[in-house]
């Protein structure tokens, strides 16, 4: 998935690629992204902005599920999600963003299926009469 990055939140990002010596600036967006989700503090604020060429980025597919339903959530596009998810991550609003993707990550856990404790307490009873079965 390509998102075109807004012209400030590219110019950050591209000050970010520099100061980690990035090859691509997609590199740097999922770096950030992974940073977002994961609440890894990476303390980048600071770094000076710097022109870029080309605000195109690609998304990794491990972001593109959680930034589409990020984006599906507050009724944005998929493009807004990510410039805003990265301009408050840089500007050190990380509580404005973070509640939202540890719901969708609960949501996501809550899909599993789970064993009930009376299915469990069955299968247990049906293993335990197949082993007394097995020793006659």
Excluded: F
Excluded at 6 to 11: D, F, L, R, T
Excluded at 28 to 48: C, E, F, G, M, R
Excluded at 77 to 97: C, F, K
Excluded at 106 to 127: C, D, F, R, V, Y
């Amino acid at each position: 998935m390509q998102v075109r990055l807004a012209a400030q939140v590219a110019s950050k990002v591209e000050g970010v690629r520099l100061s980690l010596n990035y090859s691509k600036l997609s590199d740097t967006v999922n770096l950030l992204l992974d940073a977002i989700k994961h609440q890894w503090s990476l303390k980048l604020s600071y770094l000076p902005q710097t022109g870029t060429i080309n605000p195109k980025v690609r998304l990794d597919e491990r972001h593109q599920a959680w930034v589409s339903q990020y984006a599906t959530d507050r009724g944005i596009s998929v493009t807004s999600a990510t410039n805003l998810l990265i301009s408050e991550y840089l500007a050190g609003n990380t509580m404005n963003v973070l509640p939202q993707i540890q719901k969708i990550e609960t949501e996501n856990l809550a899909l599993t299926p789970q064993i009930s404790p009376q299915e469990q307490t069955t299968e247990k009873l049906k293993g335990q009469l197949l082993v007394r079965s097995l020793k006659l």
